[in-house]
């Protein structure tokens, strides 16, 4: 199985902070990685698709990069709708592998 | 509008069965291929199992193969989830997804609200 790394677990940002998060695969997925925004007792949304497109009606703030093992989700100014859970997946290989996950807070 | 609701959770014992269903609309489910996830309390995504467009491929998560059985009925727009030999660990939130066709590199574009299945004697 593939396996997703993604750090910081967490991260204390403000409003208009650059935030960046990484997300390691255990083998070469090209860019098969997915990043998706979970808000609390909500279904996660998609996000980023194929490492660096950005996903229709996601506002431009956030970017997606890499290829191979080594990807980034950045936003680039931190708004208050941005503060959520986000994971990185991978859709290279079946089982379908999941980060744990990066807490964005104040 | 893509829409995905599931339905079926609730409390059931160890050892126990449920049926989870999905109802889409606002798209040909026939063309997509489908997914189910969970999400335990506190804890990151979990795939469980796919289904291509025609039940032709079936791939399962270690943790549930022969004891979940993915499923789905094109013409009645419905994906089922059939979990048998239910334990606690099995406990979370379930979610029935769609796999993107194409250029997104089967990213997960639509997702439905998730249902609950507790596991608990």
């Known amino acids: 199985d593939i396996q997703m790394t993604q750090s910081p677990s967490s991260v204390s940002a403000s409003v208009g902070d650059r935030v960046t998060i990484t997300c390691r695969a255990s083998?070469?997925?090209?860019?098969?990685l997915s990043w998706y925004q979970q808000k609390p007792g909500r279904a996660p949304q998609l996000v980023i698709f194929?490492?660096?497109s950005l996903e229709s009606g996601v506002p431009s703030r956030f970017s997606g990069s890499g290829s191979g093992t080594d990807f980034t989700l950045t936003i680039s100014s931190l708004q208050p709708e941005d503060f959520a859970t986000y994971y990185c997946q991978q859709a290279k290989s079946f089982p379908r592998t999941f980060g744990g996950g990066t807490k964005v807070e104040i | 509008e893509v829409q995905l609701m599931e339905s079926g959770g609730g409390l059931v014992k160890p050892g126990g069965s449920l049926r989870l269903s999905c109802a889409a609309s606002?798209?040909?489910?026939?063309?997509?291929?489908m997914t189910w996830l969970r999400q335990a309390p506190g804890k990151s995504l979990e795939w469980i199992a796919s289904i291509n467009s025609r039940s032709t491929y079936i791939y399962y998560t270690d943790s549930v193969r022969g004891r979940f059985t993915i499923s789905r009925d094109n013409a009645k727009n419905s994906l089922f989830l059939q979990m048998d030999s239910l334990r606690v660990e099995d406990m979370a939130v379930y979610y029935c997804?769609?796999?993107?066709?194409?250029?997104?590199?089967?990213?997960?574009?639509?997702w439905g609200q998730g249902t609950l299945v507790t596991v608990s004697s």
């Open positions: 083998q070469d997925i090209a860019t098969w």
């Open positions: 997804a769609r796999d993107s066709s194409g250029y997104k590199m089967a990213a997960i574009d639509y």
């Open positions: 194929a490492a660096s």
């Open positions: 606002g798209f040909t489910l026939g063309s997509y291929t």
